[in-house]
Every structure is written in C-alpha cells, then in structure tokens.
C-alpha cells in the first residue's frame, strides 16, 4: 500500500479537493501543512526572482497548458481525434511556437538568465508534441537549444534515463 504526504499550505485552497477525494475513498495519507513565512525558506526558486518573473514564468506555462488542454486526448471517435489533432498540430501550433520562439529571443531560457519551471514545462510539452508530429520543431533551432539545455540539467538527465519508457 502506497504512502501519501500532501504537502500544502495551512489553508484549504487548491489542497482541499484532495483532502476530500482521500476522505473519500478512505485513502490515509499525512497531511503536512507549511506556515506562508516558512515558504521562502522550502521551495526551490524555479519561479522567478522577482514577482515579474513569476508572472512572465507563470503566462508561458499558462500558455503552454491552454494549448495542450485543446488536445481531445479521450476522445474516442478516432476519425475525429485524428482531425482535431491534425488541426492543432498544423495549423495552431505553428502559431504558438512562433510566439513562443519571439518571445524567448536571444535568451538562453525563458525567463531571466536561469532556469525555471517555464523551461522545464516547456521540455514536457515539446517532447510530447514531437511524439505527434516529429518535424515540429524543425524551423525553430533556438527552442530546439532550449529543450537540449533543460535536458542537460544533470538531475533531469537523470531522470529522463531512469523514468519509465511511454509513448506519452
């Protein structure tokens, strides 16, 4: 049986529907609350270094999720999901990487001169969309850089070889 820390600010907020899904289903799990003050001191800085930051990291996620939200992942008429894949691949994702290859410029990540979770969601989105369309990426070299440097990441290098093999 496996074992389950959520860890979650003393509040309920976007913590609580987990509390309530493991109420439940009857799930035991340690519930480990952080006090707002002792946050600074917990997480790691892949947000940004300053509140603009967060915001540029946070809209480059948010833009990379809404785009992959648009997928019919389960849809289950295969003619459709086919179209409807085919459309985003060909003619929205153009779009998005276009706007995406502007915006990150001559820089070497997305945000400031370090690495933040923006770069590593950007590497998670990117391989799945080559998986659906391998010639993707191929008229835009400076994401294709950007990809390679967050692999190189040695701790995501790591994980990459050590995580279980999917289509997906």
């Not at 999901?81 to 990150?104: G, H, I, S, V």
Request: with cysteine; net charge neutral.
């Amino acid at each position: 049986m496996p074992n389950y820390k959520l860890l979650y600010f003393n509040m309920r907020g976007r913590a609580e529907i987990i509390r309530y899904i493991f109420a439940y289903l009857d799930i035991k799990y340690e519930d480990h609350r952080i006090e707002q003050a002792d946050w600074p001191k917990i997480k790691p800085n892949l947000a940004g270094k300053t509140a603009l930051e967060q915001c540029q990291a946070d809209a480059v996620v948010d833009t990379l999720d809404d785009f992959m939200s648009l997928f019919p992942w389960a849809e289950k008429d295969q003619d459709l999901k086919e179209r409807m894949f085919n459309e985003l691949l060909t003619r929205q994702a153009p779009r998005l990487l276009k706007d995406l290859d502007t915006y990150l410029g001559d820089k070497e990540w997305f945000i400031g001169n370090y690495v933040t979770w923006a770069d590593f969601y950007w590497d998670i989105c990117s391989t799945t969309l080559l998986v659906l369309k391998p010639d993707l990426l191929d008229i835009y070299p400076k994401l294709v850089s950007l990809r390679n440097k967050v692999q190189a990441i040695p701790a995501i290098s790591a994980w990459i070889l050590k995580r279980p093999q999917t289509k997906l």
